[in-house]
């Protein structure tokens, strides 16, 4: 079984709040994290009906019944439970009562948000890092064979193929967690929608074309990528705007919280489909920006993460704030180094008012100190928090 980087955060917080809660995708390892960190207390599956109905038809005798030390997963499906967790949490005065479990962060965030605010910890927890894994010693030579496996825990505990674990993977989000929050009469226009993501990875946002391509209105885009974004299957990383006189874009980039999933949607089997794909940088781009993201949330740090194109497409992938720090970061998929790596941040220190650290991440395997920048290679990514 492998470590949880966010077991020690998640387990000084516990000591702190009455309630932490664990979201993150399907089937990223939620249930299993929860058990490791407190491994005596009461677990209870909230998609039971027993369970769920014992909860909805009593709450008061449910909380009082399970209290001291209780695992509630896939808490959202009782969402009238919330009011009464906040009641009895304060009454009681202890902490670590309840770690609060669920994929469908839409409705568990909301929840929380309106009854629990100021009385719990919430993380996330996404599937595998690369530093997990390394530290599993299950980290390999290729990290395009990583890219396109992704990263989902049950990949690497049942040694699954991607076409093994992937169409069930698919079918079951869109039959369950998305039917649950929206109506779609067309799955199968759904799932066309998800590819169309997918190629998409490491594009600006453009609810337009995006409809006119599948055939949908702007309304019913921007209502499905939301969905897609609450159930932590795409996010939007935003632009950094800031302290900048030059005309700059203001809207979005999309990409996918797992490149595995990507991948599978955009009919790539095997590492070797992706030598000769459109999306190789993209995805690579969306493989590096994952595992920032990851060492963030692992580390229980709120991640502020953007990039910056100016008018004239001048670009940078990644900018990681941390108050008054700026870090900077090209991604490059090539496996050598070329100088034009360095000319986006070269133009980025001459137009940025808040001075940046330069770095590359390429798709290489050396580490080194150039005078425009840090070069590291992708298995080096955890040096740029080691700076943070």
């Not at 986006?344 to 001459?350: A, I, K, S, V």
Request: hydrophobic share 40%.
């Amino acid at each position: 079984m492998i470590t949880r980087e966010l077991l020690p955060k998640a387990d000084a917080m516990l000591q702190k709040y009455p309630l932490i809660a664990v979201t993150g995708p399907r089937q990223s390892g939620k249930t299993t994290f929860c058990k490791q960190l407190r491994p005596d207390y009461q677990y209870l599956n909230m998609e039971l009906p027993e369970n769920r109905e014992f909860a909805e038809r009593d709450p008061h005798h449910f909380l009082q019944t399970y209290q001291g030390g209780v695992i509630l997963d896939e808490v959202q499906n009782v969402p009238t439970l919330f009011s009464y967790l906040q009641y009895y949490t304060d009454t009681r005065g202890k902490t670590g009562e309840y770690i609060l479990s669920g994929s469908q962060n839409f409705l568990l965030l909301e929840k929380i948000t309106q009854s629990l605010a100021g009385r719990i910890a919430i993380f996330h927890l996404l599937p595998f890092s690369l530093h997990e894994l390394e530290s599993a010693h299950l980290l390999g030579q290729m990290w395009e064979e990583h890219l396109v496996s992704g990263f989902y825990p049950r990949l690497y505990d049942k040694q699954l193929s991607p076409p093994e674990f992937y169409p069930d993977y698919i079918l079951t989000y869109a039959e369950r967690d998305v039917r649950q929050v929206i109506n779609v009469q067309d799955l199968g226009q759904f799932q066309q929608f998800m590819r169309l993501c997918a190629g998409r990875t490491g594009q600006l946002v453009n609810l337009s074309q995006m409809g006119n391509e599948i055939g949908l209105d702007q309304r019913t885009v921007r209502n499905w990528l939301s969905i897609l974004e609450a159930s932590f299957i795409v996010y939007l990383l935003r632009p950094f705007h800031r302290n900048f006189e030059k005309r700059v874009v203001k809207t979005p980039k999309l990409y996918f919280y797992d490149t595995g999933l990507a991948s599978w949607l955009l009919g790539i089997r095997a590492q070797q489909d992706l030598d000769v794909h459109f999306a190789r940088g993209s995805l690579f781009e969306n493989f590096v920006i994952n595992e920032m993201l990851k060492n963030h949330w692992n580390q229980g740090i709120k991640p502020d993460l953007y990039f910056w194109r100016d008018s004239n497409a001048n670009e940078i992938d990644l900018l990681i704030e941390n108050g008054l720090q700026l870090d900077a970061i090209e991604i490059k998929a090539g496996k050598t180094i070329q100088s034009d790596f360095f000319k986006n941040l070269d133009r980025f220190q001459q137009v940025s008012n808040q001075l940046a650290r330069p770095w590359v991440v390429y798709g290489g395997d050396q580490m080194q100190q150039r005078s425009q920048a840090t070069v590291l290679d992708w298995r080096r990514l955890g040096k740029v928090m080691e700076r943070l």
